[in-house]
């Protein structure tokens, strides 16, 4: 077999192979950094760490590509509302450009702590301007484009097949559409470029061919994608929420300025539902990686938790399910642990490994080939190595693990847990002078990637 990955372009499952083996494109759309990331942001990323790392288990040298929208992304999908940058930077009373670095840097820690490899570039949309210009310079001159007294936009009429990806309905949506459409042609036309209103001045705007301004939220992808990994590349992902506007706008214009639908593959993420719902930044009400790390959960269980699911299906998050999670992914780590030294890993369990990671990325059905692998009376230096093996798909860290001490004083712990809170509420003094409590009373703190790991200080 070879790996097979269902494209939502052609909404079947189609064995892959790269454009240019060995080498594998990959792009992914990255976070709108105006807030925290949710745990179902983070879900889409872990899914995409999976791929990721099947592609690189596949014997492929992938080069990974992140974007950063720190601008033009509006509060609805579609062109109206606030920039929510500028919304975001109103709601905490800093600049913009502070509110994109402090959710820049958290947002990479939190892939840290969930064991995702950061991607070899990651693209800033206002480092971007002048390739953004470029490109919609490139589709107003093949004829794309009309202006309108707010902006420049795409003319969707234009394309045949506008909207293939996510299979629109364009005579439903325009039958049935009730929103002013102010001058905008169709209802499916979108901005490439907006101006800043008439005597107002925005904290992020910039000079263009078409007048001082910002990007649509669209443009960046397609021009940035194209910059790192040229007009056609092997693999686009992101949620399923980016199938029906951003997805289909960033091929729009793909189609227009390269005549290519920009990636061979197009694969999406569905979403973590609370309660039935969606989760959703704009309700104000969400769930942190942090959240769960208060209520003393290691942020490695979150991905155990996802991988039960594949990365298609639509997931509820619940605190049951979560310590469940939580509960499995400590046993596997005890009997890894418990196994010792590895040797070699078994032949048989490899082949099954690698059937189940070829079907779409079938996680649950790798975690069940876990709990048959702890099972079997093969000898444990060889559970140990084919253990190894899959996690290096898995990602769950099972090398690096060892058991908590256990001598150490439930009162340490609690120090630790303490500080661990503080940490998380940046309140570096009361941390720090917890950790000189525990050092105090004979112990050490090891920050790592797993949460705090907590020892005897070794006696000089
Ligand atoms: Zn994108």
């Not at 290096?392 to 058991?403: D, F, I, N």
Request: charged fraction near 25%; charge should be negative; glycine fraction near 8%.
């Amino acid at each position: 077999m070879t790996l097979h990955l269902f494209d939502t372009y052609a909404r079947q499952e189609r064995p892959f192979t790269p454009l240019a083996p060995p080498q594998v494109r990959l792009y992914a759309c990255g976070p709108t950094v105006y807030n925290y990331q949710h745990i179902g942001n983070l879900r889409t990323y872990i899914f995409e760490d999976i791929l990721r790392r099947a592609l690189e288990y596949s014997g492929y040298a992938v080069h990974h590509v992140v974007n950063i929208t720190d601008v033009g992304h509006l509060t609805s999908d579609a062109d109206t509302g606030e920039d929510k940058m500028e919304a975001g930077a109103r709601r905490t009373g800093l600049m913009a450009w502070e509110i994109a670095e402090r959710y820049i840097a958290d947002f990479a820690e939190k892939l840290k702590w969930l064991n995702v490899r950061p991607p070899h570039v990651w693209c800033r949309a206002t480092d971007h301007i002048r390739e953004q210009i470029a490109v919609i310079a490139a589709i107003e001159e093949k004829g794309y484009a009309y202006r309108t007294d707010d902006g420049l936009y795409f003319d969707t009429s234009r394309l045949s097949d506008y909207g293939h990806l996510a299979r629109l309905d364009i005579e439903g949506l325009q039958g049935g559409q009730r929103v002013d459409l102010g001058q905008k042609r169709r209802v499916t036309d979108f901005a490439l470029w907006k101006f800043s209103p008439a005597g107002t001045q925005r904290q992020m705007e910039w000079d263009s061919p078409w007048g001082r301004g910002f990007p649509g939220w669209h443009i960046e992808c397609t021009a940035m994608a194209a910059k790192y990994l040229g007009p056609y590349f092997d693999i686009h992902c992101g949620g399923e929420d980016h199938i029906p506007v951003h997805h289909t706008n960033e091929i729009a214009q793909a189609q227009a300025c390269y005549d290519t639908r920009l990636a061979e593959f197009w694969l999406h993420g569905a979403f973590l539902q609370l309660d039935g719902e969606k989760m959703s930044k704009s309700s104000g009400d969400f769930l942190r990686l942090e959240s769960l790390v208060e209520k003393g959960y290691d942020p490695l269980a979150y991905r155990f938790f996802c991988l039960g699911a594949r990365y298609r299906a639509k997931l509820s998050f619940g605190w049951e399910s979560l310590a469940g999670a939580a509960t499995a992914l400590d046993r596997l780590r005890t009997a890894a642990h418990a196994y010792g030294a590895p040797s070699v890993p078994d032949d048989r369990y490899v082949a099954a490994f690698k059937e189940r990671v070829e079907d779409d990325l079938n996680m649950p059905r790798v975690l069940a080939l876990c709990w048959e692998l702890v099972a079997d009376d093969l000898p444990a230096a060889a559970k140990k190595a084919t253990l190894l093996h899959f996690d290096q798909v898995m990602g769950l860290g099972l090398a690096k693990w060892t058991p908590r001490e256990a001598d150490i004083p439930d009162a340490i712990h609690a120090l630790a847990q303490q500080r661990q809170q503080a940490r998380v509420a940046k309140d570096w003094a009361t941390a720090d002078a917890l950790r000189a409590k525990i050092a105090a009373a004979g112990y050490e703190i090891e920050d790592t990637p797993q949460g705090p790991h907590i020892r005897p200080r070794p006696t000089a």
